[in-house]
């Protein structure tokens, strides 16, 4: 398994990186909605609605929204949503982690859940494209959050096969260890030292680490929710599109929580500056 991930980070990775620092951001936009449509298909069955007609109405309602939030919704409107999001994601974290309470499998369709999910894509793919829409250093700064997230994953996922014992949330993802936890702290303090000597935000080292351990921790909570769906539907994987990986869902849930929490936090932190 380890093999196939890395076969297909291999791959994906320099696509990726090309995308975020070549294209313009309405080409940009376009690309990363197509991924996070992906996404949405697979989060409507993690809520029950299996139909493929279903699904593609779901889809396409995302997609109108997108559309409308690109050609109606100022920066200075989406701010108040992003930084909502955000904290929502940090409580989202602390109950995730603190749960004790067994998951209980869920049969049937769960509106709910595709509404969160929905909002969830929509705030995400907003805030990713609030930062690379930004006059200077907009597309590197969306670059520094992926490398982030990944370079976090990758610590957590060799922290935890190394030294893992304690459980982090047992009840909801019960492979996550507090040594994963270490391993992602550690790799997202590499991460700022590396932001602060580029200097591509206007911020002391300090509140650059604070930012990125933020976004890390968030990150993590962003895995243990898909992870609490995937228990609640009875499945392994999101879906299968990416070998090694799972589902185009279970390569974003970070992104989807780590990306208001970044974009919100580091203007606040920038006006604060």
Request: net charge positive; proline share 5%.
């Amino acid at each position: 398994m380890l093999r196939n991930r890395l076969i297909t980070a291999a791959i994906l990775i320099p696509i990726v990186v090309a995308g975020i620092l070549l294209l313009p951001s309405d080409i940009f936009a376009v690309v990363l909605g197509l991924v996070l449509l992906l996404g949405a298909r697979e989060m409507s069955q993690l809520a029950g609605f299996t139909h493929p007609v279903a699904q593609g109405l779901f889809m396409a309602a995302l997609a109108a929204g997108m559309l409308a939030v690109f050609f109606a919704l100022a920066v200075q409107t989406q701010r108040p949503l992003q930084l909502a999001a955000g904290v929502v994601w940090v409580l989202a974290t602390v109950l995730l982690v603190t749960r004790t309470s067994p998951v209980t499998p869920v049969t049937g369709r769960r509106p709910g859940v595709l509404l969160l999910g929905g909002i969830i894509l929509l705030v995400a793919w907003c805030s990713v494209l609030t930062l690379h829409q930004l006059a200077e250093h907009g597309p590197a700064l969306v670059l520094f959050l992926f490398v982030l997230i990944w370079t976090a994953d990758s610590g957590a996922y060799f922290a935890g096969r190394a030294w893992g014992v304690r459980k982090l949330s047992p009840q909801v993802s019960p492979g996550k260890t507090w040594a994963g936890v270490g391993g992602a702290m550690a790799g997202a303090l590499l991460c700022a030292l590396a932001l602060d000597y580029l200097g591509l935000v206007p911020l002391a080292l300090p509140a650059t680490l604070l930012l990125c351990w933020v976004v890390t921790a968030v990150s993590i909570g962003g895995d243990l929710f898909e992870s609490l769906l995937k228990r609640q539907a009875q499945v392994k994987d999101s879906g299968s599109l990416l070998p090694g990986h799972g589902g185009a869902l279970d390569r974003i849930d970070s992104l989807l929580a780590a990306a208001p929490v970044f974009a919100a936090g580091l203007s606040l932190l920038e006006r604060a500056a």
